[in-house]
């Protein structure tokens, strides 16, 4: 009963007060609870009051009249202090996100994993204490490490939900999509045979083992589909076993391919062509032939904006190129520092040295000298750019097949997205499993990434510093233990957009 249990207050041998749960059994007196020890009369009464808040927990029939004022959230300014900080707001948001991107059924090691990407890239082992850190959430390293090579069976499944966010969310049609390739190195110089190979790095890495990265975007920049080469594939190698995957979607029709020229060779845009589909690729002019270069020149105005679309002899293409004064003022500097380092090398006897314009001499392997012919068709093709395209005038326009190709800064964007925003690079797996799942989890991130930015019209890195603002601050009153959690105000975070993103189903 009540009466069993009551409070007293004893002074201590250091001056203070005691407060203390007592009860009497059998004539002796029995400390239950010290609630603590108060030195001030403020101090007294914060105890006394916990101490009755802890005798009605106590007793086996609580009190009819309950006191009115409840210590739950009386805090003692004096004895106040910061326990910690969480985000747990940001975990939960980017958990939403992920639902909203079709991959709410993922095991939470892959969802966390990729969800820091957002917030702090870093390595793995980093991934989880930042984890604990930040959010409260424990994942072992071993499970981790044990389940991220087993990501990639999920590869398949992740890119479905990647095309069904596209098309539920952002009402795609799947008529043009855009394909490009990067390069991610290792911080490692040992090279394999199977999949870490040195090449032609596009992070100036040349002396490290790398791979490549083939992306499928839309023309948003949402990612579609992505694949892992050998780090000295050939970029043009790549593009179609990917097109040909993307093709198992329920499309419902072929798309238009629009990629840089380095990706297609002749053959393979025959290739593509024999497939049924249509293309627009870059096109490499000062490696057509003199006469066709000539002809461009008789054909195509040199006025702001001109266009013109030529045939190309033996090939199932036409070519659509167009003018630009803007392009021919970078052009002819170029040109005119190019062409005066190449008579300099000339001049001074070092023309071994790699340089444009320079060539050997036909009749003498030993003798180098000016490429005449290389010149005059660089200084024609000032201001001048090509587009292949099987496309016919009628189907598509001149305009509209520059206007397309020019949406490939999409596929740029995104890329530099995940170098930089995500880190993808460098990589510091080595088993070939665990270094697929760690490009997957960079793939997941960029479709969070791009989710939001597309949805919200705001940088990635901008949502994430909104994300942060908002946290959980966590106070604890050291006389009492009474702990309490405030959250930081969200007006910024409602402004954003971001609470109509991101709100539960």
Same mark, same amino acid.
């Given at each position: ?68 004022? *409840? ?50 890239? *870093? ?10 850190? +930040? ?9 981790? +490490? ?271 997205? *995940? ?87």
């Amino acid at each position: 009963m009540r009466g069993d249990l009551t409070l007293r207050t004893v002074k201590t041998a250091s001056g203070a007060k005691a407060v203390q749960i007592i009860r009497y059994e059998s004539g002796k007196r029995i400390v239950v609870k010290h609630v603590g020890s108060a030195h001030t009369d403020d101090e007294l009464k914060i105890l006394e009051q916990k101490a009755e808040e802890l005798r009605e927990a106590l007793c086996v029939q609580p009190s009819l009249f309950p006191a009115e004022i *409840s210590s739950s959230r009386l805090l003692h300014a004096d004895h106040l202090y910061l326990s910690t900080i969480s985000h747990r707001f940001a975990y939960e948001a980017l958990r939403r996100c992920l639902d909203k991107c079709g991959l709410g059924e993922l095991h939470d090691v892959y969802k966390d994993l990729a969800l820091m990407r957002i917030i702090e890239p *870093s390595s793995k082992i980093r991934t989880l204490e930042l984890l604990q850190r +930040y959010f409260g959430v424990s994942h072992s390293e071993r499970t981790a +490490y044990r389940l991220l090579p087993k990501l990639i069976t999920y590869k398949e499944r992740i890119e479905k939900a990647a095309y069904e966010t596209a098309k539920n969310h952002f009402d795609e049609r799947f008529a043009l999509v855009l394909y490009d390739v990067t390069t991610l190195y290792f911080e490692s110089h040992e090279p394999d045979d199977e999949l870490l190979a040195r090449g032609f790095s596009k992070d100036d890495k040349s002396k490290q083992p790398q791979i490549v990265i083939g992306l499928l975007v839309t023309t948003q920049g949402f990612p579609l589909m992505h694949e892992v080469y050998k780090g000295n594939t050939f970029e043009g190698h790549t593009m179609l076993s990917v097109i040909q995957k993307f093709q198992l979607q329920p499309a419902g029709s072929k798309p238009i391919i629009v990629a840089d020229a380095a990706m297609l060779s002749k053959d393979n845009m025959k290739e593509l062509g024999e497939a049924g589909y249509q293309y627009i690729v870059g096109a490499r002019l000062a490696n057509t032939s003199q006469s066709f270069i000539k002809t461009l020149d008789n054909k195509l105005l040199r006025q702001d904006g001109a266009m013109a679309r030529l045939s190309y002899p033996k090939v199932d293409y036409e070519v659509v190129c167009s003018y630009s004064d803007q392009r021919y003022k970078k052009d002819k500097w170029q040109f005119e520092k190019q062409v005066a380092k190449a008579k300099s090398l000339l001049e001074s006897q070092e023309p071994g040295k790699r340089a444009k314009f320079v060539k050997k001499s036909d009749k003498n392997a030993k003798l180098f000298i000016f490429d005449e012919i290389l010149r005059e068709k660089t200084e024609i093709l000032l201001g001048v750019k090509g587009y292949c395209t099987n496309i016919p005038e009628e189907t598509l326009s001149n305009k509209q097949v520059i206007a397309y190709y020019h949406e490939l800064w999409h596929v740029e964007q995104t890329f530099r997205m *995940s170098k930089t925003d995500l880190r993808a690079r460098p990589i510091f797996h080595y088993e070939h499993e665990a270094v697929k799942a760690h490009v997957l989890l960079c793939f997941i991130g960029l479709m969070m990434g791009k989710f939001l930015e597309l949805k919200t019209k705001i940088s990635l890195r901008r949502i994430r510093d909104i994300l942060w603002n908002v946290h959980e601050v966590h106070l604890e009153d050291s006389l009492t233990g009474q702990k309490i959690k405030l959250q930081t105000n969200l007006s910024e975070y409602e402004a954003s957009g971001l609470h109509e993103v991101l709100k539960p189903h």
